[in-house]
């Protein structure tokens, strides 16, 4: 058993190496910036969409206001302008519902990258008081970890550009395609970093020394015999 769970470490090691050694795991700071930041923008976004379908459903109201003002003399030709004018205004409602649910799935990724800072923050404060882990393997937890936040920021930032870039460059089928690839890298940042920890916990696990002591290891992480 030991065997497979530092075969994984090892693995997980070359996987998430750091491209530059000197690198120091993100501060906390950097993703509630961003976080903040997208939070902003999809409210804002929202507020417009909602606005809009507002006035969408003013110009319904007034087409439909229209028709009963319109004598059966040239209600023929009145059919065809207003057929028109429905179409757009199920056209132009059916972006915004498209839209806001664009919105609601980057809320669904900050929510995601909320939950993995949480589950990172919770395993290291606990890694760092099991006695088990020696100063120098709780460094290398530090690099893993390192590598699982530097990626999950880089997906961070990437969903941070879709939402607020205004540039002409990107239509929406471009920046539904990237917040959609982002929002599956950081749910892949989540598996890892739970992965790494359940191997942490069973490595912990195997070093107990007794009865007791293996006790002692569930209470800290709330496991259950």
Do not use: C
């Not at 950097?30 to 459903?57: C, P, S």
């Not at 961070?156 to 982002?182: C, F, G, K, P």
């Amino acid at each position: 058993m030991k065997k497979i769970i530092l075969s994984a470490l090892m693995y997980m090691a070359i996987f998430f190496r750091p491209v530059n050694a000197k690198a120091q795991i993100p501060a906390v700071s950097a993703f509630t910036g961003l976080i903040k930041k997208v939070i902003v923008a999809i409210d804002l976004g929202v507020q417009r969409l909602q606005n809009k379908t507002i006035a969408l459903q003013n110009a319904q109201q007034q087409i439909e206001k229209t028709l009963h003002l319109n004598s059966l003399n040239d209600i023929s030709g009145w059919l065809d302008k207003e057929r028109n004018l429905y179409a757009n205004y199920y056209q132009e409602l059916a972006k915004v519902k498209k839209l806001l649910a664009d919105y609601q799935m980057v809320k669904d990724v900050v929510n995601r990258q909320k939950q993995l800072l949480a589950e990172y923050r919770q395993a290291s404060a606990l890694f760092n008081r099991d006695a088990h882990f020696s100063a120098a393997e709780l460094r290398y937890m530090g690099t893993i970890y390192e590598g699982i936040l530097q990626e999950s920021l880089r997906n961070l930032e990437a969903v941070t550009t879709a939402v607020t870039s205004r540039s002409t460059q990107m239509d929406d089928a471009d920046r539904w395609l990237r917040i959609d690839q982002a929002a599956k890298a950081i749910q892949l940042n989540l598996d890892h970093l739970r992965q790494f920890n359940r191997q942490n916990v069973l490595l912990s696990l195997s070093r107990a020394r007794d009865d007791s002591d293996r006790s002692a290891v569930q209470r800290l992480y709330g496991l259950h015999d």
